[in-house]
């Protein structure tokens, strides 16, 4: 079945990034490939070379991805994920050797076996705050 297919495509996604495995998830995605709600900028980015950019955006990463749920219907496979890592920076705040755990979404659009689109929805203000950011009202020091 082509969900059933999807599915397997969908985990598999997120296990090559566990250990990053550019080469592999480059190969699994399309030329035209985008992701939404990623890194700021790479949604001009399509294809390996977003994939990539988005690798060389995270610096120095030890991660693992434990997989929740995984559904997928027609062309879309979901999968809900907690993220735990241990990474140098996240947007230029330095963990100083925090790590972090956090829940994403992703949802992916495959065609003929390949990704060819990517929504990623992630708690990354969890992230900041684990980090020891601090959210002040503008105009408060």
């Known amino acids: 079945m082509l969900t059933e297919s999807n599915k397997i495509i969908g985990r598999r996604f997120l296990e090559l990034v566990s250990v990053g495995n ?3 998830i480059c190969e699994m995605i399309s030329a035209p490939w985008r992701m939404h709600t990623g ?13 990539r950019k988005l690798f ?18 027609d062309d879309k496979v979901v999968v809900r994920a907690t993220n735990t890592c241990l990474q140098e920076r996240f947007f230029d705040v330095r963990s100083n050797g925090r790590e972090q755990t956090f829940m994403a979404i992703f949802i992916h659009r495959i065609k003929d076996g390949k990704i060819e689109e990517t929504l990623r929805n992630a708690d990354d203000l969890g992230r900041f705050l684990q980090l020891g950011a601090q959210i002040r009202p503008a105009g408060h020091n």
């Open 22 to 24: 550019v080469n592999e």
């Open 39 to 51: 890194l700021n900028g790479l949604q001009s980015d399509v294809g390996p070379e977003g994939v």
């Open 56 to 73: 060389d955006s995270f610096g120095k990463i030890k991660q693992a991805w434990a997989i929740q749920d995984v559904i997928a219907e």
